[in-house]
């Protein structure tokens, strides 16, 4: 590479994406060329890099320093696969993730996992130590995709940097640690296989004739949840590398497959849009179709605003992100019911004292008992949707709310 690709006036770091440098072989003697250009320069911001399917990767660097790296094809995978090996105490639940996010009076942009680390250090919940070990391995990470992409166009963004920073991680160590890597990678005869993807057995019967029955089972056990070679070699105390030579012989005649996955829901998402008001938000969780359309009747005739949700398992998700002043919450849903959403509900502080209001068509006391014993407001019967003791329980526990 050569580093007059780049415009290093003072006034034109901005490279536009249709003219980014190419750069055909990545390698680490290039990688380390392009990142000690910026140190000389001072560089603070993004340094984008995309492959050529259209991959992309974030660095954010503060004076040529690294200061975290994110993208690729699972950066939510790869910052809760590193947390949970840095920061055990820490939880990676993607519901708790946004209550705290929304909380967060920090802006990060998108980088919400840095915001995250950060908020946890600024809380003394991890120590600043422990949380460039997460940065540091997602650098690491980063840096090996982006190796075994061999190509890539570079493009430059001034001032899109951290506003915070607890660690400034020297590009040349991280490089030379991922170059130990990959060269261990290829002289296993590797590169060609991203620890990114899944293996699947994919010849049931000619593997189950082919080894042994304890080996079959073991084999199936490990690989029947569907994790990527690196989530399965953190599970079994392995590097990644023996996994995949262990798994190689079954790769190589057929019998398992690697495959692509998807990356994990990120916890920042759009919200569905809601007019501009200062009326009460009330959400509705009921996979029923008909609920939904006669609380919206009710609800909206009344001035409020109101949100309906179907599908039990986003719910909780989207209630985080909207955070409505009182939930309507259902009791028999596909997948789950009403106490379990009502129980994770309580244990997210942003819902402590939001009222939650069970609706069922079994109005009995078991019922009852059980979902106070969850947190549970109230308790309203659905079999037919009446105005007034809907309107009622809104008018009562929101004044509850409101003098507390």
Same mark, same amino acid.
């Given at each position: 590479m050569n580093s007059?690709?780049?415009d290093t006036s003072a006034n034109a770091l901005v490279v536009r994406r249709n003219d980014a440098p190419l750069i055909r072989d990545f390698n680490a003697s290039n990688q380390a060329e392009l990142f000690a250009t910026l140190k000389q320069l001072q560089f603070g911001g993004q340094l984008v890099l995309t492959d050529c399917i259209g991959r992309e990767w974030a660095f954010y660097l503060h004076r040529g320093f690294i200061v975290y790296a994110t993208g690729g094809d699972h950066p939510v995978r790869r910052w809760k696969r590193n947390s949970a090996i840095y920061l055990p105490q820490q939880s990676t639940d993607i519901a708790a993730l946004q209550c705290e996010l929304a909380n967060s009076t920090d802006d990060f942009g998108s980088c919400w996992q840095y915001q995250l680390l950060w908020l946890w250090?600024?809380?003394?919940h991890v120590t600043a130590e422990q949380a460039a070990r997460v940065v540091w391995s997602d650098i690491v990470e980063v840096l090996f995709d982006i190796t075994q992409a061999t190509q890539v166009n570079c493009e430059l963004k001034p001032n899109h940097s951290l506003p915070k920073r607890f660690v400034l991680i020297d590009a040349g160590q991280a490089i030379a640690e991922v170059d130990r890597l990959w060269q261990a990678w290829k002289a296993a005869k590797m590169a060609e296989y991203s620890p990114n993807k899944?293996?699947?057995?994919?010849?049931?019967?000619?593997?189950r004739q082919r080894i042994s029955a304890s080996a079959y089972q073991m084999l199936s056990q490990l690989l029947e949840r569907q994790q990527t070679l690196r989530e399965i070699a953190l599970e079994m105390k392995r590097d990644v590398l023996t996994l995949l030579r262990s798994l190689l012989p079954y790769i190589q005649s057929g019998?398992?497959?690697?495959?692509?996955? @998807?990356?994990?829901?990120?916890?920042l998402f759009s919200s569905p849009a809601l007019p501009e008001?200062?009326?009460?938000?009330i959400a509705c969780v009921d996979d029923s179709p008909w609920v939904a359309k006669e609380m919206?009747?009710?609800?909206?005739? @009344?001035?409020?605003?109101?949100?309906g949700l179907n599908d039990p398992l986003r719910a909780i998700g989207v209630l985080v992100a909207l955070k409505p002043d009182m939930i309507f919450l259902d009791l028999m849903m596909p997948n789950t019911n009403g106490y379990e959403i009502c129980g994770r509900l309580r244990k997210l502080t942003c819902f402590h004292y939001t009222p939650i209001v069970i609706l069922t068509g079994n109005d009995g006391v078991i019922d009852r008992v059980r979902a106070k014993m969850v947190g549970s407001t109230d308790f309203l019967s659905k079999v037919t949707?009446? @105005?007034?003791?809907?309107?009622?329980a809104i008018d009562k526990h929101l004044k509850q709310i409101n003098l507390t």
């Open positions: 007059s690709l780049l250090v600024e809380q003394q899944v293996p699947v057995i994919c010849e049931t019967e000619d593997l019998l398992v497959e690697l495959r692509n996955t @998807a990356d994990l829901p990120t916890p008001t200062e009326e009460p938000l919206e009747k009710i609800l909206t005739a @009344a001035n409020y605003r109101f949100v949707v009446d @105005a007034k003791q809907v309107l009622g």
